[in-house]
């Protein structure tokens, strides 16, 4: 063909004929589902909260509740469909996280027990424990040589 | 004169147009087609033209794959019978699909007891198995050959993007990978309508690395086969009634209708996508449209094949289109290399070279 | 009342995310990970402990929280056993939220399969 173009020529060639995302839109959805889910989660911390358990078993508690209402919704198959509406309304909550790790390994059943459904579950989680879990250390580390 | 002193052009003379374009000198015909498709193409516009419709995903099997390799061999098996021949009497069997190591094809083949040449070329697969198949008996190698391609949303999304039940949103221009299978027989003997030149195609990148973004990525390289397939066959666009492309969808269809005229062709009239025809984008929510080896398949074998038989579609250039990544090039930040191979299927054989 | 103060920051939180996805080429799996770290290190600093007093659950919710939840762990644990409270003090505070994850997420996983689409 005649026409040549470099990388950076064609992606700005294609510009305008790739359709944008609904920004506001996904902003606003994102927002409003991104809200309420936090919600139920004030929502549990409090219940506990007036059962008279303290913070840091507030804390565990809620996370716990949320993960299991997280992984619940995705084995039932709703929780992508919340996704497709709430982007990051879905995902950036820990609920979000569950669906990451129940998703693949409800996807990878076929492939067992041990190497689908084990090991697939933390293909999205992995990265999250790992960086999660390093930065704090680091950060305790930091903390200690600062003297507290 | 003995044969070996005979000169590469002269053998090849008439056989070869330029560079990539093959011209058959006894054009084999598709004598039988099969297009089995997903639920989900069987709700859109062209659920008429398919010969089955799956009712669920599963196809009756216990995994995706197998579900899929079963639709391949599904697919060739009732195109054989429509041949009117058995799986004894067809020589080869040309076939590839979008999974690892091509297990869809593999594992139907290991079923079908068939003669058979595994291939890859991505979403390309429908054009490059009839080249190759009709190939094989132009050069009369084989008398009757079946090929056949499949691919399946869930064993696609799996392997290359993200498990199903996962809450993301798909970016506007992404597309759906389609859910079908396709077989065409070709025979040496027929009445048409007749494969009368493959055009081979070159990998061509643009540097589009967003996995999302095929038909943007796929554009540029069937810009390059037709451009190569017009100038080496002195054909001009209207001449077809139909140039088809395999997948390029809503974003690919528009980028190819601005290039061709600088290439010095303008498509417009005869042109139309696959991927653009299989599904109601609106009510169906695909996005940019269809995509995979699946979505060429079963719009030549259900769709295309109809309306020749018909008289509607006499003369019709198939492009399909291939992205040739895999999920690690992604992730080693590659960019997306594309091929797309054209085959020329006419009910008459042609007055044009 | 704390449920809109929730929701305003927890939705707040979300929209950035939503942001970073639509306008960057960052996957959904990046935009988590950079958001825990953002939270981790924002804790490290001192500054989320105010968000989370102002939000509560709309802080503690976004996988920021988790970060949050790691890098305090860790921190309280430095001052009551010095060094190895680094390492042991993060997942001691999100033990709950990881043993649930892998546990719900396993029995899930036996239970359902994924719907076709």
Not at chain 2, 79 to 100: C, E, H, P, Q, Y
Not at chain 2, 142 to 169: D, K
């Amino acid at each position: 063909m005649k026409t040549k173009m470099s990388s950076k020529q064609y992606e700005k060639y294609i510009k305008d004929k790739l359709p944008k995302p609904a920004y506001l839109k996904n902003c606003i959805a994102a927002f409003i589902v991104g809200g309420l889910i936090c919600d139920v989660a004030q929502f549990i911390s409090n219940t506990a909260k007036s059962y008279g358990y303290n913070q840091e078993a507030v804390s565990s508690i809620t996370a716990a509740s949320m993960v299991f209402l997280g992984a619940f919704l995705t084995g039932i198959g709703i929780y992508d469909r919340i996704g497709k509406f709430a982007g990051a309304g879905s995902i950036v909550p820990i609920t979000g996280f569950a669906n990451s790790m129940v998703s693949p390994a409800m996807e990878f059943k076929r492939e067992g027990f041990v190497f689908g459904v084990g090991a697939k579950m933390f293909i999205l989680a992995g990265p999250v424990l790992v960086y999660g879990i390093s930065a704090s250390i680091l950060i305790g580390i930091i903390r200690y040589l600062l003297g507290k | 004169m003995r044969k070996k002193f005979l000169l590469g052009s002269d053998r090849m003379a008439g056989k070869r147009l330029g560079k990539q374009t093959l011209k058959f000198s006894s054009p084999p015909s598709v004598i039988s087609n099969a297009a089995i498709a997903g639920p989900k193409e069987g709700e859109g516009p062209l659920s008429q033209y398919f010969d089955l419709i799956l009712t669920d995903d599963y196809f009756g099997e216990d995994s995706w794959e197998k579900a899929e390799s079963k639709m391949l061999k599904e697919a060739v098996k009732s195109a054989v019978k429509a041949s009117g021949r058995s799986n004894t009497n067809i020589d080869f069997m040309f076939a590839g699909d979008l999974l690892n190591q091509i297990i869809s094809s593999s594992f139907a083949a290991r079923e079908l007891q068939i003669p058979y040449i595994g291939l890859y070329g991505a979403c390309s697969t429908m054009a490059e198995s009839l080249c190759m198949g009709a190939l094989m008996i132009d050069g009369g190698f084989a008398e009757a050959v079946v090929c056949a391609t499949s691919s399946h949303f869930c064993s696609a999304e799996r392997q290359y993007r993200f498990p199903l039940e996962q809450g993301v949103q798909r970016s506007p221009f992404t597309q759906w990978t389609v859910t079908g299978a396709g077989a065409a027989v070709v025979a040496e003997a027929g009445t048409g309508p007749y494969i009368t030149h493959a055009t081979i195609g070159k990998v061509l990148d643009f540097g589009i690395k967003d996995a999302n973004n095929m038909g943007a990525a796929m554009a540029p390289a069937a810009v390059d086969t037709i451009t190569a397939h017009l100038n080496e066959t002195g054909r001009k666009p209207e001449y077809y009634d139909l140039i088809i492309t395999g997948d390029l969808g809503k974003v690919g269809k528009a980028i190819i209708l601005d290039m061709m005229p600088k290439e010095g062709f303008d498509i417009t009239k005869v042109y139309n996508d696959c991927g653009s025809m299989i599904f109601d984008s609106e009510k169906q929510d695909t996005h940019a449209g269809g995509s995979g080896c699946g979505c060429a398949a079963v719009v030549l074998n259900g769709y295309i094949a109809k309306e020749m038989k018909r008289g509607n579609i006499n003369k019709v250039l198939l492009i399909a289109t291939g992205a040739l990544l895999s999920p690690t090039t992604t992730w080693q930040g590659e960019s997306i290399p594309c091929i797309a191979h054209a085959v020329a299927i006419e009910n008459a054989i042609g007055v044009g070279v | 009342m704390d449920y809109l103060k929730a929701f305003l920051v927890g939705g707040a939180i979300c929209v950035i995310g939503q942001l970073l996805m639509d306008l960057t080429k960052l996957t959904p799996a990046r935009v988590l990970v950079a958001f825990v770290t953002a939270g981790t290190i924002l804790q490290g600093i001192g500054i989320y402990q105010t968000i989370v007093d102002f939000g509560g659950a709309g802080a503690t919710t976004p996988l920021t929280g988790f970060g949050y939840s790691l890098a305090k762990g860790a921190m309280k644990e430095v001052r009551e056993a010095g060094l190895l409270g680094a390492f042991t003090g993060g997942l001691k505070a999100t033990a709950g939220g990881i043993a649930g994850a892998v546990f719900f997420g396993y029995i899930m996983a036996l239970l359902f399969n994924p719907k076709s689409k």
